[in-house]
T-cell receptor, first 113, second 116 residues
Framework: NAGVTQTPKFRILKIGQSMTLQCTQDMNHNYMYWYRQDPGMGLKLIYYSVGAGITDKGEVPNGYNVSRSTTEDFPLRLELAAPSQTSVYFC????????????FGSGTQLSVL | AQTVTQSQPEMSVQEAETVTLSCTYDTSESDYYLFWYKQPPSRQMILVIRQEAYKQQNATENRFSVNFQKAAKSFSLKISDSQLGDAAMYFCAYRSAREGAQKLVFGQGTRLTINP
């Protein structure tokens, strides 16, 4: 039971570099999410997707891009990394029913120096 | 917009005792879901308990129970017989039941320490 898989687990970027955080789920969930968690804070929604080909902005989308070409994959792209993007990034997925909780990946610790 | 507030940044309890973590939320909706998540040092977000707003009965999962006060918009988590493995960050979260509104809104978290 893989669930939600995120790669990499850790990454250090230099200011201005770009990278893609990978997320894949094997539960055939329609809904997928990207959250960031700053130190000592709760999670904030970056982007979400309600199905393949459909994405929408969350609370803090600036500096990020996403795509959803398949049901399984929901990569998060950071362009021109900035120190403010130092955070732990969580991918999550959910079936269509609201009462069902989200299934989270184990997170990616990203530092931008 | 909905907001979730956890007013206790840190709590501590003696092993085997009971502790209550507080959570309040603000919403104009009548139908929604509330959750408590546990985040141990491993970073994994683990669902502890879930409450549906239309249910009057408080949810219970083994040693974990909630006190859901809909009118007061309060959703506290009680942990009975605390164990060392309960030490973690605990997050309260809100999710609208409205069609198309799927995101979770999180509180700031409460760090729970268990003293042996």
């Amino acid at each position: 039971n893989a669930g939600v898989t995120q790669t990499p687990k850790f990454r250090i970027l230099k200011i201005g570099q770009s990278m893609t955080l990978q997320c894949t789920q094997d539960m055939n969930h329609n809904y997928m999410y990207w959250y960031r968690q700053d130190p000592g804070m709760g999670l904030k929604l970056i982007y979400y997707s309600v199905g393949a080909g459909i994405t929408d902005k969350g609370e803090v989308p600036n500096g990020y891009n996403v795509s959803r070409s398949t049901t399984e994959d929901f990569p998060l792209r950071l362009e021109l990394a900035a120190p403010s993007q130092t955070s732990v990034y969580f991918c999550a997925s959910s079936p269509s029913l609201s009462r069902i909780s989200l299934f989270f990946g184990s997170g990616t610790q990203l530092s931008v120096l | 917009a909905q907001t979730v507030t956890q007013s206790q940044p840190e709590m501590s309890v003696q092993e085997a005792e009971t502790v209550t973590l507080s959570c309040t939320y603000d919403t104009s909706e009548s139908d929604y879901y509330l959750f408590w998540y546990k985040q141990p040092p491993s970073r994994q977000m683990i669902l502890v308990i879930r409450q549906e707003a239309y249910k009057q009965q408080n949810a219970t999962e083994n040693r974990f129970s909630v006190n859901f006060q809909k009118a007061a918009k309060s959703f506290s988590l009680k942990i009975s017989d605390s164990q060392l493995g309960d030490a973690a960050m605990y997050f309260c979260a809100y999710r609208s039941a409205r069609e198309g509104a799927q995101k979770l809104v999180f509180g700031q978290g409460t760090r729970l320490t268990i003293n042996p």
